[in-house]
C-alpha cells in the first residue's frame, strides 16, 4: 500500500502524473541503467552530488590524468642509465589541475542536461532517503517507485584520531584540486589511493612521507608485490611504518603528524596532509531500514547474486553494496539490473568470476585472483593444491632491453586442472599484461592452451608466456599432474 503522506510532485518542465516506474539514487554507474526499452518507463534520478559519480569526478578518471603526466616526469629521472640525457624542469599545478577538471567538469555537466532533457525522467539534485517502502524523500518531497535502484556510492573514511579533526587536511575527493603543489605532502594510509598520490605528488617533485599502522605498503596484494612495492617506495619517499598515530597537530607550516613507530617517536611536519585511510560505502546514509533494506556493519547494502536487497523492488549496485570498490565491476552490475529490471522472469546474476584490479602506482599492479597467501589458506581448508611461480621482467627480451631488475610476473595454478587461480604482476604496463590472465581465467583456458598461441618477439607480453611456461613446468612436476 502507498503511504499515506506521499504525494505526485513536479520537477523541471515535467510534471509527475504518477507513481515512478524507477528511481535510481546516484549517478554513477546508476546513470547508464536507463535504456531505450524503459523509454515508457517514467524515472526519477536522484543525486545529491555532480552528476557522473566518483569516478568521472574525483576517482579514476582524474586520478589517471595525473598519474600519466607522473609517469613522464619520473621517467626523466631515470633515463640516464639507458645512455638518454633528460632533466625534469617542474610541473605547472596550476594548469594540470585546470585542463583535467576544465575537461571533466564540461562531460559531468553534458550528463546532467541530457537527463534534465529527457520527457520521462525526472531529475532531483539533492539527497534522497527512505521513509518507507520504495520510499524516498529528496528535497522535501516524498516519491515512490515500482522499483528502486541504490547505486550511491562510497566515500572516504576517515579514523577517529586526536587532534584530526581539528587541522586541516584532505581526502581523495579534495586532493586533486588543491590551489598550489605540497612542498612536503604527508598520507596517512597505506593503500592503494595512497600508492598512487605519494606516485603522482612524488614524481612531481613533492616530498612524501607515508604512514602506515603496516610494515608493508598494499598489504591486500599479494606478499610478494607487497614486499617488492614497499622496498622500491623506501627508495623513493620517506616511509614510516608499523606507526602508531599518537595526534595531529598544526604547526606553523602547515600539520604535525605524531607517530610511534615500533617504539621510536617521530614528529612528521608537512604542509599537506592527506587522509588515505580507505573508502566506506554510502548505504548507512539512506534510512535504508525504514524501507526494510538491509545493511551490513559496514555500511554496505546487502544483496543476494542477482543484485536484490533484502526489500522487494530495491536493488544495488556498485560501490554501495560492498562486493567490490571498482568501476569495471560496478558497471557490470548495472548491466545486470538492467537487463532484471526489464526481465523478472529471466534474471541473470552478477558476475561472481574473480574481479581484476590495478594499481596506477609507479610500479604498476595488475591482479587477479587468489593471492599466495589464500591458495595457502584454501589447502589448509580444502586441501586443494597449487603451485606459484614468479618471472622475472628481465628473462624476457622486453625486459632485459629495458634493464629492469625489479618487475615480475607471478603466476598460482591448480596442478590438477592445470587453470590459473591467481596472476599478479609488478612493473611496467602491468594492468595490460595481466589482461591477458584475466582473458584466461574467466575463459576458463588452461596454462597448456594459454602457451600453446604464437607470442609476438621481443614484446613485453613474452614475460607472460615465460611465466605460463614456468607453470606449466611446475604443474608436470608436482605429484598431482
Request: charged share 20%; proline share 4%; aromatic share 6%.
Amino acid at each position: 500500500m502507498w503511504h499515506s503522506a506521499w504525494q505526485p510532485v513536479s520537477v523541471g518542465d515535467q510534471p509527475s502524473n504518477g507513481d515512478y516506474d524507477l528511481i535510481i539514487i546516484g549517478t554513477g554507474s546508476g546513470n547508464s541503467l536507463i535504456g531505450p526499452e524503459m523509454d515508457d518507463w517514467r524515472i526519477a534520478i536522484i543525486e545529491k552530488g555532480v552528476f557522473g559519480g566518483t569516478c568521472l569526478n574525483r576517482g579514476c578518471i582524474p586520478t589517471k590524468m595525473l598519474v600519466y603526466p607522473a609517469d613522464l616526469a619520473e621517467h626523466t629521472r631515470h633515463s640516464a642509465r639507458l645512455g638518454v640525457h633528460t632533466r625534469y624542469l617542474g610541473a605547472d599545478w596550476h594548469d594540470m589541475v585546470q585542463r583535467i577538471f576544465g575537461r571533466i567538469e564540461a562531460i559531468a555537466e553534458s550528463g546532467r542536461q541530457y537527463r534534465h532533457g529527457l520527457a520521462n525522467v525526472d531529475v532531483y539534485e539533492g539527497h534522497g532517503h527512505f521513509v518507507g517502502e520504495r520510499e524516498v524523500e529528496v528535497l522535501g518531497r516524498r516519491i515512490r517507485g515500482r522499483q528502486v535502484v541504490i547505486a550511491a556510492g562510497a566515500r572516504s573514511f576517515v579514523p577517529d584520531l586526536p587532534g584530526l579533526d581539528q587541522v586541516p587536511f584532505h581526502t581523495s575527493d579534495s586532493i586533486m584540486r588543491i590551489a598550489h603543489q605540497p612542498q612536503h605532502l604527508v598520507i596517512l594510509g597505506g593503500g592503494f589511493i595512497a600508492a598512487e598520490f605519494a606516485h603522482v605528488f612524488g614524481a612531481l617533485g613533492s616530498e612524501v612521507t607515508i604512514v602506515n599502522r603496516s610494515h608493508r605498503l598494499l598489504r591486500a596484494e599479494d606478499d610478494d608485490v607487497s614486499t617488492r612495492f614497499t622496498e622500491l617506495a623506501e627508495q623513493r619517499h620517506d616511509l614510516a611504518l608499523g606507526a602508531r598515530v599518537e595526534r595531529v597537530r598544526r604547526s606553523d607550516n602547515g600539520v604535525v603528524v605524531d607517530v610511534d613507530c615500533d617504539g621510536m617517536r617521530r614528529a612528521i611536519e608537512g604542509d599537506v596532509l592527506l587522509v588515505a585511510t580507505g573508502r566506506v560505502p554510502n548505504g548507512d546514509q539512506l534510512n535504508a531500514t525504514a524501507a526494510g533494506i538491509g545493511i551490513d556493519p559496514n555500511g554496505a547494502v546487502v544483496v543476494d547474486a542477482y543484485g536484490r536487497t533484502t526489500a522487494p523492488g530495491v536493488w544495488a549496485l556498485g560501490d554501495v553494496n560492498g562486493r567490490h570498490q571498482l568501476k569495471h565491476m560496478a558497471n557490470g552490475e548495472a548491466r545486470v539490473i538492467r537487463h532484471n529490471l526489464s526481465h523478472p522472469d529471466d534474471l541473470q546474476q552478477f558476475d561472481q568470476r574473480p574481479a581484476p584490479h590495478a594499481v596506477f602506482s609507479n610500479p604498476q599492479i595488475g591482479a587477479v585472483g587468489l593471492t599466495e597467501r589464500e591458495a595457502i589458506a584454501r589447502r589448509e581448508r580444502t586441501g586443494e593444491l597449487f603451485c606459484a611461480v614468479v618471472h622475472d621482467y628481465a628473462g624476457a627480451a622486453y625486459g632485459w632491453a629495458m634493464e629492469d631488475t625489479t618487475s615480475f610476473c607471478k603466476l598460482i595454478g591448480d596442478p590438477r586442472t592445470r587453470l590459473l587461480l591467481g596472476a599478479h604482476v609488478i612493473g611496467p604496463q602491468a594492468s595490460l599484461l595481466v589482461q591477458l590472465l584475466v582473458q584466461a581465467m574467466h575463459l576458463g583456458t588452461t596454462a597448456d592452451e594459454m602457451v600453446a598461441q604464437v607470442w609476438i618477439h621481443p614484446a613485453l607480453s613474452e614475460v607472460v608466456e615465460q611465466a605460463l611456461l614456468a607453470l606449466v613446468d611446475a604443474f608436470d612436476r608436482h605429484p598431482a599432474g
